[in-house]
């Protein structure tokens, strides 16, 4: 050590340092995750069943039935999109409001927040039977009562209704997440500039888009980045709800690959459609957090 | 630096308890066999069988209950090579689905207490795979009181019949079916029973015909017979109320068993259900219409539900064991009749306590068709896949022959897949 | 002294107006946790004609919750921390560190949110079984580290871009390591971010399901409360009164805690740090 210049021995601490804050978070997720999804992805590779004690080497084949004959994929492709974009710009938009509204200051913050969260927090299979009923019997002594022929729809069994069913349950369940988020965000707002910019005499809407926005831009690219890539890999919600369908037509890729990989036996064409949805979803990603990043403000 | 390393230290030190943690399962004593099982509605009678054996025995089940996530939780465990000794499965294609982990049970004594026709469903090659669990019926359960209430005397058998019926009951203000569009499962059941003489009259036999579809030779689209099944669905679904795609299983038992609908398709599994929604109910079996031709309907029965010993499992004898105790001893053979309340696969058995049951042997005797599940004998994943398409044609997503044609395309798929 | 403007009255009303029909759905989880069988299957929506206290202790010693209770706290307050502790250091440094390295080793950090759980949920099992993580909920907990860590990771390494850079030459030059000053200086002020953290871990960890089956199915004693309530669900037939009365029991911790942090995350608002 002594034999190193200050400056190496600058960076050789630096180094370390860098190493010491930043390695068991490497080990952690190397472990858990990262380790286990390249070893599936070897298995992409192959032709297996996921039971047998072999795998068969085959190659690109996997990958070349996925781009061009595998029409049910890409049509849960598509419906997995067209929901992430509602369920993303829905949940962040309302969570965002109410994340406002409920750090202002009003009566009763406290249960109201709770309130709002509480559904994040219920299993899924029992909110996929609640709904599930209060769409069918719910909604039929509702038509009894109120007379309004919007309960007499088939709110999960008419295909061109079930998207919006879906689409609700998924944020009435995740609201409440991204609802901590943002009031965490709007906590770290500096109080002082708030009221310097109250006594320049902005007002709310200035002082919100001007102070406040760029200033949980972190807590909204965090928001935004989660709700995209858990929209992208829905899969409880819709196997609660209506497993799929009516048919296949709320099929998202995540239930797919999970029947492809546990329900068909097709392990390795299923890990295969997994590695395209997250290379998929990675693109999407470092598109957004690249685009949202570089409006963050530090202080 | 110091710093440093006393962290690094004290995080090791945290570790250590975890390596001491895993290893203490290994503990010496009184074997504990590993079973994972589906069907947890049978929760209370596998703990009272559990019970039993220990009783007599010393043996402990540690039976684990999964219903969705059962295939994917033994595929992660066959795997990882966490083996539970005794597992569940259904028969016929997952014969070959699991191969390389079941114990061959063809020269076990106790197989030969076990009805031959139950047997069919385990054994490939001479081989016997599997232990069949129970033995089921499924076909068209109705609510007799609603029957009788609307002026319904004489059974229905073909589809002529069962519109005839379903236009009285509609006319009375009875919405004659809870259609169980909803799950994915009770369309392939209520659909293939509609052709279910076909395969042996018109093509050799259940194993041809599956083979000849699974080879390609033999498509859905040139069976003409399809069309059936077609006009079941169709009327299904017009007498099933305003919401048809809606309704599952629990739709299905407790409106038969509140008397709201008058038929459901379903198999004796429902009777529990019904029965504890409304314990004065009186249930019959209907069999199924195929076509219009009243001498071949009839109902499913066969035995799908089916134990595997796992031949690496660390306790194969203690599993055998326990198998034949199961099959020989006082309490095991009295188990299914009379705790589970169906109908047992052991030769002799005792007929259970329940309504479907007796109608099913009534049936039976009688002379109504009971058709092997010659479903089951499609490749694994088949029957969630068709399932789904089937769905969407009640949903109206695709007209007969678009659904033939994804029928045929998701066949030959998992087919070749499966080769 | 607080006054509550007569325009944020009529605020907490509408929200409060808004919250009741959020929260109708658990309402009716409530009043069909005291109610029979038949009564569930029957009518949903109907409230109960006598509350039926016998499902929830029925469901209480089916569950058994005493032993389930102490499991699932074990895994989530070993999975909490280590996500805590591991993040915060990551996230605050890759936050600071402004080279490519620093980028890239936080892309590959975060990039696990983008990969769905069932594509490697096997080979994780298989890890863990070498590791000798399975079968306790002490390993449960360490594998949820590297789980929850990249959501974690990801909002510190934002959250610490309001703490002023300066902080962080300041705390060096009283003498400190470079982890004693995050974690007294820097540590301190990121705690409306840590609070969410520990909120949203100790959530889904308490309710995670599909990984404590797949590790824990093994070892009857080690169950946590998911799986003991789940067993309620059956493919054809659910135990109605039971399963209703064991989702209750079940989460009612994790909405006490939940209420209680509320509190703290109010007390604990930056404003002074700040002023330097």
């Known amino acids: ?299 | 630096m110091k710093k440093m390393l006393f962290v690094v230290m004290a995080v090791l030190l945290a570790f250590s308890p975890l390596f001491a943690a895993g290893q203490q399962e290994q503990a010496a004593g009184p074997v504990t066999l590993n079973v994972l099982f589906y069907s947890p509605e049978l929760a209370e009678q596998y703990n009272d069988m559990v019970a039993a054996y220990k009783a007599e025995t010393g043996v402990t089940l540690d039976i684990t209950v999964l219903q969705t996530d059962y295939r994917s939780v033994l595929t992660s465990r066959l795997n990882s090579g966490d083996v539970p000794d005794i597992f569940m499965s259904s028969a016929y294609a997952d014969n070959s689905t699991y191969k390389d982990y079941v114990y061959d049970l063809t020269n076990e004594d106790f197989i030969k207490k076990i009805e031959p026709s139950a047997l069919q469903g385990v054994t490939v090659d001479g081989k016997v795979l599997g232990y069949p669990f129970l033995v089921q019926s499924h076909s068209f359960i109705y609510n007799k009181k609603v029957f009788a209430d609307n002026g319904i005397t004489t059974l229905p058998k073909t589809l002529a019949d069962f519109e005839a019926v379903s236009k009285k009951l509609q006319a009375n203000g009875v919405q004659p079916f809870a259609t169980g569009f909803k799950e994915f499962w009770v369309l392939p059941q209520t659909a293939w029973q509609a052709i279910a003489n076909v395969p042996a009259e018109n093509y050799g036999g259940y194993e041809n015909f599956v083979a000849k579809l699974n080879a390609g030779e033999l498509k859905f689209k040139d069976i003409p017979q399809m069309s059936q099944v077609f006009d079941l669905l169709d009327l299904i679904k017009k007498y099933g109320g305003p919401k048809p795609n809606e309704s599952d299983f629990n739709d299905q038992t407790s409106s038969l068993a509140t008397g709201k609908v008058a038929m459901i398709h379903q198999g004796n599994w429902a009777e529990d259900s019904i029965r504890k929604t409304n314990p004065e109910v009186e249930i019959g079996f209907l069999v199924g219409p195929t076509g219009n031709n009243a001498a071949t309907a009839g109902i499913m029965f066969d035995s799908n539900q089916t134990i595997r010993i796992a031949k690496d499992g660390k306790n194969l004898d203690a599993a055998l064991d326990w198998l034949r105790w199961l099959t020989t001893s006082e309490y095991g053979r009295n188990w299914i009749p009379g705790k589970v309340k169906q109908l047992s696969p052991i030769i002799g058995a005792a007929a259970p306590d329940s309504q479907i049951a007796k109608e099913t042997s009534a049936l039976l005797a009688s002379g109504t068709p009971g058709y092997p599940w010659f479903y089951q004998m499609f490749p694994t994943g088949t029957e969630q896949q068709l399932g789904a398409i089937l769905q969407g044609y009640c949903a109206g997503i695709t007209n007969r022959a678009q659904t033939l044609d994804a029928l045929d395309s998701a066949y030959a798929k998992i087919a070749k897949a499966a080769q | 002294m607080k006054k509550y403007t007569p325009a944020s009255t009529f605020t907490t009303l509408i929200l409060s107006v808004v919250a009741l029909f959020y929260l109708y759905p658990l309402f009716l989880v409530v009043i069909n946790s005291f109610k029979t069988f038949s009564e569930i299957t029957s009518n949903v929506l109907a409230l109960p004609k006598s509350l039926v206290f016998e499902n929830f202790s029925n469901a209480f010693r089916i569950m058994n919750y005493p032993q389930y209770f102490l499991n699932t706290l074990l895994a989530t307050a070993v999975g909490v921390s280590g996500v805590v502790l591991v993040s915060s250091m990551a996230g605050y440094k890759l936050s600071r560190t402004k080279t490519r390295y620093s980028f890239v080793m936080f892309m590959v950090l975060i990039a696990p949110m983008m990969i769905p759980f069932h594509s490697f949920m096997i080979s994780l099992v298989k890890v863990a079984k070498e590791l000798h993580l399975i079968g306790s909920p002490l390993g449960l907990g360490v594998l949820y580290w590297g789980l929850g860590a990249s959501l974690a990771l990801f909002m510190y390494h934002g959250a610490v871009k309001s703490v002023p850079q300066e902080l962080d030459d300041c705390a060096l030059i009283d003498g400190a390591g470079p982890l004693r000053a995050f974690f007294q200086i820097i540590f301190p002020l990121l705690q409306p971010v840590t609070v969410s953290v520990i909120v949203i871990n100790t959530m889904w960890m308490w309710n995670d399901f599909l990984l404590p089956l797949l590790v824990l199915s093994g070892s009857k004693k080690s169950l946590t409360l998911q799986l003991a309530a789940y067993n309620f669900f059956g493919l054809y037939k659910v135990d109605w009164n039971f399963a209703m009365a064991g989702v209750l029991l079940t989460i009612l911790p994790a909405v006490i805690f939940y209420l209680s942090l509320q509190r703290y995350i109010i007390k604990g608002m930056v404003a002074g740090a700040v002023k330097t």
Not at chain 1, 241 to 246: C, M, S
Not at chain 1, 278 to 298: A, D, G, P, T, Y
Request: with cysteine; glycine share 6%; net charge positive.
């Open chain 1, 1 to 299: 050590m002594e034999s190193m210049t200050p400056l190496k021995r600058k960076q050789w601490d630096r180094a370390l340092t860098f190493a010491l804050f930043t390695l068991p978070a490497l080990a952690a997720i190397l472990i858990s995750v990262e380790i286990p999804f390249l070893m599936s992805v070897f298995s992409s590779f192959t032709k297996w069943n996921g039971l047998d004690r072999a795998q068969t080497f085959i190659g690109l084949e996997n990958y070349k039935e996925l781009f061009l004959d595998d029409l049910d994929m890409w049509k849960a492709f598509g419906f997995t999109l067209r929901l992430t974009l509602g369920s993303v710009l829905v949940v962040n938009l309302c969570a965002l409001l109410l994340a406002v509204l409920l750090d202002s200051d009003i009566r009763g913050k406290n249960a109201l927040r709770a309130a709002f969260y509480v559904p994040n927090i219920v299993s899924l299979i029992i909110i996929g039977y609640i709904w599930r009923f209060i769409f069918s019997a719910g909604f039929e002594s509702f038509f009894q009562t109120t007379g309004m022929d919007f309960f007499m729809f088939s709110w999960l069994g008419d295909v061109n209704l079930v998207y919006f069913s879906v689409l609700m349950v998924s944020v009435w369940h995740s609201l409440g997440f991204y609802l901590v988020i943002y009031i965490a965000g709007l906590q770290t707002v500096p109080r002082d500039l708030i009221e310097a910019s109250m006594i320049d005499g902005a007002g709310r809407v200035v002082r919100f888009f001007r102070i406040t926005l760029p200033l949980i831009m972190s807590a909204i690219t965090v928001s935004v980045f989660h709700s995209l890539s858990n929209g992208l890999k829905a899969f409880d919600v819709i196997f609660s709800l209506t497993n799929g369908g009516p048919g296949n037509s709320t099929t998202t890729i995540a239930l797919d690959i999970y029947r492809t990989a546990f329900v068909i036996n097709r392990f390795g064409y299923g890990t295969a459609k997994s590695v395209v949805l997250f290379l998929m979803i990675l693109i999407l990603s470092i598109f957004q957090v690249r685009l949202f990043k570089s409006r963050e403000v530090e202080v």
